[in-house]
């Protein structure tokens, strides 16, 4: 489903079903695409059937990529058809666990904001920000849901703002500022017979769903081609006319890095790499109908293996490990700028 297809024209069910066999095929690609498939059973009002999407992940034989966000996931739909308890458990299972990913943190707090569980919701986006935000320079894309849903949570709540509120609104892009957006009154202005409240309030959802439709624009990252040294040698072997694209394994490393930091400086947001493999790059190759040695169709297996969810978010977070697959932490490797 393209992100612009409106809702109403989507069978969520049959969507799913797709997405099911399309895992069938892509047995690398299944983490993703199941959840995909089980946001449509959600959308579908299948509840039971997505918890059952869920499970099968958290029960599948190999570790998964995003266990937390799974777990997140179903702890959001279970709340949502009567499971509470249930709920709340894997919740603080999933804070317990202190997850380096942001997206479980804002899926855990937002489903306690939707049951006006406010103060919890509010420890923990906190929570998150603090693990994940704590001495970073620039918080990485990912990491700005976190930041907004803590802004709306506190104005709910009548909090003052603080440091991280500050920051929130400065990566706010929208024309209309963040407390306006999560002004708690605004509800009431809906009721108004007051023509400019009326007149101010559409100003607002329309800059609420520019920033959405922004947001829809790139589903998935902007990413860059990483060969690792096993795959590159391969490469290389069976195509050798592609050495002139990757002189040396050490120069490719670099080179991923430093388009990544210029993209960065040119405000380009949600960046990331893929990894490909030689068999899946050959594949890929075949279905295009396109010689593997056309350079051409490496930036176009970068984001094919970007949009079937393969790709890792840029920069790595605090203390995580570097994307080059060293054993090295990011800041220590390909983190440190050479000089």
């Not at 995909?36 to 958290?58: C, F, I, K, M, N």
């Not at 279970?78 to 479980?104: C, F, K």
């Amino acid at each position: 489903m393209r992100p612009d297809t409106p809702a109403e024209n989507v069978d969520h069910t049959a969507e799913a079903a797709r997405l099911e066999r399309t895992a069938g095929l892509y047995p690398e690609d299944a983490e993703a695409l199941l959840l995909q498939a089980a946001a449509h059973l959600e959308l579908a009002g299948d509840r039971p059937a997505a918890t059952a999407l869920y499970d099968r992940l958290l029960s599948a034989p190999g570790p998964l990529e995003t266990p937390h966000l799974v777990r997140a996931l179903k702890a959001a739909n279970l709340w949502e058809y009567g499971h509470e308890a249930e709920a709340r458990a894997i919740i603080e299972g999933v804070r317990t666990a202190a997850p380096r990913d942001p997206a479980p943190w804002v899926i855990v707090a937002e489903a306690l904001e939707s049951h006006d569980e406010l103060e919890a919701a509010h420890d923990a986006f906190t929570q998150g920000a603090t693990l994940l935000l704590t001495d970073v320079p620039e918080p990485p894309y990912a990491a700005h849901p976190l930041l907004f849903g803590r802004h709306r949570v506190r104005r709910m709540l009548g909090a003052a703002h603080d440091d991280w509120d500050t920051l929130a609104d400065t990566l706010h892009s929208s024309s209309v500022s963040l407390d306006e957006l999560h002004d708690p009154k605004r509800v009431w202005s809906l009721g108004s017979d007051n023509p400019a409240e009326l007149e101010a309030e559409i100003s607002r959802l329309r800059a609420e769903l520019d920033a959405h439709r922004e947001a829809l624009s790139r589903p998935f990252p902007v990413a860059i081609l990483h060969w690792p040294a096993t795959e590159l040698s391969e490469l290389l072997a069976a195509y050798p006319s592609l050495t002139a694209e990757y002189p040396s394994h050490e120069q490719h490393l670099t080179t991923i890095e430093s388009a990544l930091r210029e993209l960065a400086s040119s405000g380009t947001a949600n960046l990331g790499i893929v990894t490909g493999t030689v068999p899946s790059y050959e594949a890929f190759a075949a279905s295009e109908a396109t010689s593997p040695t056309d350079t051409g169709l490496l930036p176009q297996y970068a984001t094919t293996l970007a949009a079937r969810g393969r790709a890792t978010t840029w920069p790595p977070e605090r203390g995580a490990g570097c994307w080059c697959g060293s054993e090295n932490s990011y800041a220590a490797c390909h983190g440190t700028p050479k000089v």
